[in-house]
C-alpha cells in the first residue's frame, strides 16, 4: 500500500445548511419530547412476532445485551431474508449511503459538491462491472443473493424517511424528496468493488515513486523504497528467520519500446501532474479506511500440538480505517436442523449490505483474513489524439460511454468515459486532473504527446468472489476451503485456516496478473504491446500451506515467501516490512520455547501487544549520545522507558513526537505528497541510516545540523519544546494516550463541519495505546499529528476445542442507530482490549438471548425469484 495520508473530507454542502442549526439543537436538547421521539423512532423492533412477506417458515432472530443477533431459520432462502431484514433494521442508512458511493450517485443525495466523486467512480464503473458478476451467479447463490434483497425490502416497506434511520431526518431538510430505492443483488455485489478499491495493493507506491524520481536519483529512490530484509522478517510460508537473499523486484524498467526523451515536460510540470493525480484518489470515499501502509491486519493460526486444549486456536484483527458505525456488523445464520434445504451453521463478522459471512468460522472450520497486497493495479502513460490512442505505431479508438449524473437541487451532468484495451482513462477527470490531462511525461521521459493515464485493475474484470463467500461459510475440510478461496479472486487476501480434525493451513487467493515486462513500481508505456499483462497466476502456483513442522502460521501483510530465494510466481514488490509479523512469531516462541501451552486467553494477550520495535532500534542511540538541556531530558525520560507504546506512558508520548519531528526534519524538502507518514516502511529507511551517520540525509541545511548525533539531538530538543507544550511542563502528567485519541466519525455527516450535527453522530474521543507497525496496530500519520487513522477493526479469537469458548468484540456497536444502547456499546470495550464471550452452539445462543424476535410467514405471499440472466438470442 502507499503511504498516502488522511485527509478529513467536509461536504460543502453542510456548510450552506446554516438553517439545519436550529433542528439540531432541537433533537439535541428536548428530551422525552418531540425531538428525542425523533431520534428513537427508527429503533428496530426486537422482540415479539412480525409479519415478514415473502417467508417460507417462521425465523427467530435472537439478540444478547450487546444487540449482536444470531438467526435461526428451517432453510437457506429464510436465513438470508432474514440477515437482509436484520442488517436493514440495524444499518440501513449505512448501507444507502454506500450503494450511492459503488454506483457513483452520491450527488443524488448530497448535491453538486460530489459531481466529481461519482466522475470518478462511474470512470472505473464498479456498478456496471458488479451486473456481470451477478449473471455469473450459478441459481444457488443468485437465489441467495435474491433473497436478501427481498429481506431488506421487507424492511423497507415497513418504514421510510425517519422512522429508517435519523440520517434520513436530517437529508430531508436539504434534500426533501428522496426516498430510498428497493434493494437489488448487484447493490450487494457492489460493495465488493469498493473493497477492492481500499485494497488495492501498491497505486499509491507506484506513483510516490514516479514523484521522487522527480526530484532524486534512482539509488536514492531505491533507499527510500527499500527491499524487505529477508534476514530478519519473518514469511508466512517459511516463518522466522527467511533465509538472506536477493529481492526478486529486481530493476525496475518503466518505458521499454520507444523511449525517447526528446521534448518532454519540465520534471515541475511532471510531478504537478503526479500530485493532482495523487490528490485525485485521495478524494474518493475509502470506505474500509484512508490508503496507507497501515491498512493490513494480523492473523494467525496455531495447531493443537502448542496449545493447552489440543486443539487449534486462530486469531484475527483486520486493521482498517475507523468508522461509525464499525465496518463490520457480527451476526450468526445457522439451520434449525441440517437439511438439503437449509445447510449453513456459521457465525462471524459480516457486512451490511451483503449476504454471508465474511470472517468467522462454521461448525467444523475456522478461517480469517488478511490482506495479501499483490500488485494488480497499473498505470499506463498514454498518447491520445482526438478519440484514438496510440499502439505500436497505430491509432486505435477509444471505447466511449456517457454517463448522466443526477444531481441534488441541480441539472443534471452528462460526463464521457474513454477507455483504451486496458482500461479507463482517469486523467480529464475534474478540475483535480486538470493538469494531468495537459501533461503527463514520464520521469524518464515520454515521448511529445504523452498527455494521458490509464488504469488496468484486476477489480474492473468481472468475477466470481461473490459467489465464494458462500462456499467459504459452507466448507467442512481443507479441500472445500481451498476450493472455496479459488473462487475469492478479488480483493486478494491471505486466507489462514483451521478445523476440528486438528488441521491448520494457509491459502493466497486472487486474481494477481503476469506482467510482459516491468514489476508494477512505476507507470508503463501505454503505446507499445511490449508491456502489459499476459494473464493471470493459476491458483494452484499460488503459495499454499497445510500443517507446517512449526506449528503456526503468521500472515501479517508480511512477504508470503521470498520470491528471490525460492522462485514461485511474482506478486508485488512492496511487502509490508514485516515489524508486526516479527513480534507476533516472536511472542509465540517465547511461550512455546519455555515449555509452556498456549491458550486463547494468550493470542488475546499478543493482539494487545505495544512493543514498538522502532523505539527498540533508536533507543540504544540515543542513551549514548553526549547531550545538553531539553535534548538531555529527553534522552533521561527515554532512558527510563521501557520502550512500549502503552497509554498511560510519558516515554511513548515523547517518544511519538520526537519521531514526528525527525522525519519532518531529515524528509521535509521531498515532494509534499511523499513526505514520511511514519509507518513501516520509514522504520525501514531511518533504521538503516542509523547505521549510516554520516550519511547526507542526516544533514538539514536550514537547521544548520549535519551527521546523525546532531539530527538526532536537534529533534530530541524540538519534541521536549513540543510536549511541554501540548501536555504540561510536567513530564510526569505525560501520556501517550493524550495524544493518541480516536473519534469515532460517522461516514457521511460527520465531518459536515456543523459542530452539533457532529455531536450528533460522532463519539469519543478515546485514548489509546499502540501505533503504527505495532501488533496493536493503531496507526497515525506524522504529516498530521498524533490521531488514530487506522484500528483493528474488529478482534477475534476462535478456538476450535470449544467454540463456545470463543471471543470477539467490534470497534463500535451492532446498532447504526445514533443513541441507540447499541450504537457504541462495545467500544470502551475495544479500547481497553477486552472481549466478549462468543457464544456459537444453539443452546448457548438462547441462554445469552436478551431479547427473540420471530419473523413468520404471511399467507398466500411466495417468496421472490431471482431476476433471469439475460443470455444473447441465437443467430
Same mark, same amino acid.
Not at 425531538?35 to 409479519?51: A, C, K
Not at 450517485?105 to 462491472?129: H, P
Not at 487449534?312 to 468508522?323: E, I, Q, S, V, Y
Given at each position: ?86 442488517? #436493514? ?18 450527488? &443524488?443525495?448530497?448535491? &453538486? ?43 423497507? #416497506? ?53 514523484? $521522487? ?72 470515499? #475509502? ?160 515521448? &511529445? ?14 468475477? +466470481? ?56 513500481? $512505476? ?29 503456526? *502460521? ?55 501487544? +505495544? ?91 536550514? $537547521?544548520?545540523? #549535519? ?59 478515546? &485514548? ?40 470477539? *468484540? ?44 420471530? $419473523? ?20
Amino acid at each position: 500500500m502507499g503511504t498516502d495520508a488522511p485527509r478529513t473530507r467536509h461536504h460543502g454542502w453542510l456548510r450552506a445548511l446554516t438553517w439545519v442549526l436550529g433542528i439540531v439543537l432541537l433533537l439535541v436538547l428536548a428530551s422525552g419530547g418531540v425531538g428525542w421521539w425523533t431520534v428513537q423512532r427508527s429503533f428496530p423492533t426486537t422482540s415479539g412476532r412480525l409479519d415478514a412477506p415473502g417467508l417460507v417458515a417462521a425465523v427467530s432472530v435472537y439478540r444478547d445485551d450487546a444487540g449482536i443477533p444470531q438467526i435461526v431459520a428451517e432453510n437457506d432462502h429464510d436465513l438470508f431474508y432474514a440477515q437482509g431484514f436484520v442488517h #436493514a433494521q440495524d444499518r440501513f442508512w449505512e448501507m444507502d449511503f454506500r450503494r450511492h458511493v459503488t454506483a457513483g450517485r452520491l450527488a &443524488e443525495l448530497f448535491g &453538486e459538491s460530489q459531481v466529481g466523486t461519482d466522475t470518478f467512480i462511474r470512470t472505473l464503473d464498479w456498478r456496471g462491472i458488479a451486473e456481470p458478476e451477478y449473471d455469473l451467479l450459478d441459481d444457488q447463490a443468485r437465489a441467495y443473493y435474491t433473497a436478501y434483497a427481498e429481506g431488506v425490502n421487507a424492511y423497507l #416497506a415497513s418504514r421510510s424517511g425517519a422512522e429508517l434511520s435519523l440520517e434520513y431526518a436530517v437529508l430531508g431538510l436539504q434534500n426533501p424528496g428522496y426516498s430510498p430505492e428497493p434493494w437489488t443483488p448487484v447493490d450487494s455485489i457492489a460493495w465488493l468493488k469498493a473493497m477492492a478499491w481500499d485494497l488495492r495493493s501498491n497505486l499509491g507506491d507506484e506513483i510516490d515513486r514516479a514523484l $521522487l524520481s522527480t526530484a532524486l536519483p534512482a539509488e536514492e529512490i531505491a533507499r527510500l523504497h527499500p527491499d524487505v530484509d529477508w534476514s530478519a522478517s519473518p514469511t508466512i510460508v517459511d516463518g522466522l528467520p527467511a533465509a538472506s537473499a536477493p529481492s526478486a523486484s529486481g530493476a525496475v524498467t518503466p518505458l521499454t519500446a520507444g523511449q525517447t526523451t526528446t521534448d518532454a515536460p519540465t520534471t515541475a510540470d511532471y510531478a504537478a501532474a503526479l500530485t493532482s493525480l495523487r490528490a485525485t484518489l485521495d478524494g474518493i470515499p #475509502a470506505l474500509l479506511g484512508p490508503e496507507g501502509s497501515d491498512i493490513g491486519s494480523n492473523s494467525w493460526v496455531v495447531s493443537g500440538a502448542l496449545t493447552e486444549s489440543g486443539e487449534p486456536l486462530l486469531a484475527n484483527d483486520p486493521h482498517l480505517g475507523p468508522a461509525l458505525p464499525s465496518i463490520w456488523a457480527q451476526m450468526g445464520l445457522r439451520c434449525a436442523q441440517p437439511t438439503d434445504d437449509c445447510t449453513f451453521d456459521t457465525a462471524g463478522y459480516t457486512f451490511a449490505g451483503l449476504p454471508g459471512v465474511i470472517i468467522g468460522h462454521n461448525d467444523r472450520i475456522a478461517w480469517g483474513f488478511t490482506n495479501l497486497g499483490p500488485d494488480v493495479a497499473d498505470l499506463y502513460l498514454e498518447r491520445v489524439e482526438a478519440d484514438t490512442y496510440e499502439l505500436d505505431g497505430r491509432k486505435v479508438p477509444l471505447t466511449t460511454r456517457e454517463e448522466t449524473i443526477e444531481v441534488a437541487g441541480g441539472s443534471p451532468v452528462t460526463i464521457t468515459v474513454r477507455s483504451t484495451g486496458r482500461g479507463p482513462i482517469v486523467t480529464g477527470i475534474g478540475s483535480d486532473f486538470a493538469a494531468v490531462a495537459e501533461q503527463y511525461p514520464a520521469a524518464s521521459g515520454a515521448p &511529445e504527446g504523452t498527455n494521458e493515464l490509464s488504469l488496468q485493475w484486476t477489480a474492473l474484470t468481472p468475477g +466470481t468472489t461473490a459467489q465464494s463467500i458462500f462456499a467459504l461459510d459452507r466448507a467442512r475440510d481443507w479441500n472445500e476451503f481451498r476450493a472455496a478461496a479459488s473462487q475469492f479472486d478479488v480483493p486478494a487476501q491471505n486466507l489462514i485456516y483451521a478445523d476440528t480434525e486438528g488441521n491448520i493451513g494457509y491459502q493466497a487467493p486472487g486474481a494477481v496478473p503476469i506482467r510482459k515486462h516491468g514489476d508494477g513500481t $512505476l507507470p508503463q508505456p501505454g503505446w507499445t504491446s511490449d508491456v502489459g499483462w499476459t494473464g493471470e497466476v493459476a491458483f494452484d502456483d499460488l503459495p499454499s500451506v497445510l500443517n507446517p513442522s512449526r506449528g503456526y *502460521i503468521v500472515t501479517a501483510n508480511n512477504a508470503v515467501t521470498n520470491q528471490g530465494a525460492v522462485g514461485g510466481p511474482f506478486l508485488t514488490a512492496d511487502w509490508d516490512y514485516g515489524y508486526r509479523a516479527a513480534a507476533i512469531e516472536r511472542l509465540l516462541r517465547e511461550k512455546v520455547d519455555a515449555g509452556e501451552k498456549l491458550t486463547a486467553d494468550d493470542l488475546t494477550r499478543i493482539q494487545l501487544d +505495544t512493543g514498538d520495535a522502532n523505539a527498540a532500534a533508536f533507543l540504544p542511540v540515543v542513551a549514548e549520545l553526549d547531550l545538553t538541556g531539553d535534548a538531555a531530558h529527553g534522552q533521561a525520560l527515554l532512558a527510563d522507558w521501557n520502550g512500549r507504546a502503552d497509554a498511560d506512558s510519558a516515554g511513548a508520548a515523547y517518544f511519538a513526537v520526537f519521531w514526528k519531528h525527525l522525519l519532518d526534519d531529515m524528509f521535509g524538502a521531498l515532494p509534499e505528497q511523499t513526505r514520511p507518514t511514519g509507518g513501516d516502511r520509514w522504520y525501514r529507511v531511518v533504521g538503516t541510516l542509523l547505521g549510516e551517520p554520516d550519511s547526507t540525509w542526516w544533514t538539514n541545511e536550514g $537547521l544548520g545540523v #549535519a551527521g546523525r548525533d546532531a539530527m538526532i539531538a536537534n529533534a530530541l530538543d524540538e519534541a521536549w519544546v513540543e510536549a511541554t507544550s501540548r501536555m504540561g511542563s510536567s513530564s510526569e502528567s505525560w501520556r501517550w494516550g493524550r495524544l493518541h485519541t480516536l473519534t469515532l466519525t460517522n461516514q457521511s455527516f460527520g465531518t459536515s463541519g456543523i459542530a452539533p450535527l457532529e455531536w450528533l453522530f460522532n463519539r469519543g474521543p478515546y &485514548e489509546l495505546g499502540g501505533g503504527s507497525s505495532i501488533v496493536n496496530a493503531l496507526g497515525w500519520d506524522a504529516t498530521q499529528g498524533y490521531g488514530v487513522d487506522w484500528v483493528p477493526s474488529m478482534r477475534m479469537v476462535v478456538d476450535l476445542g470449544d467454540f463456545d469458548a470463543s471471543t470477539w *468484540i467490534n470497534l463500535t456497536g451492532a446498532s447504526g442507530h445514533a443513541f441507540h444502547p447499541n450504537y457504541v456499546d462495545q467500544a470502551p470495550l475495544w479500547q481497553h482490549g477486552e472481549t466478549r464471550d462468543w457464544p456459537f452452539g444453539l443452546d448457548a445462543v438462547r441462554h445469552a438471548a436478551k431479547d427473540t424476535l420471530n $419473523l413468520l410467514p404471511v399467507a398466500g405471499v411466495a417468496p421472490a425469484t431471482p431476476a433471469p440472466v439475460e443470455t444473447p438470442a441465437a443467430e
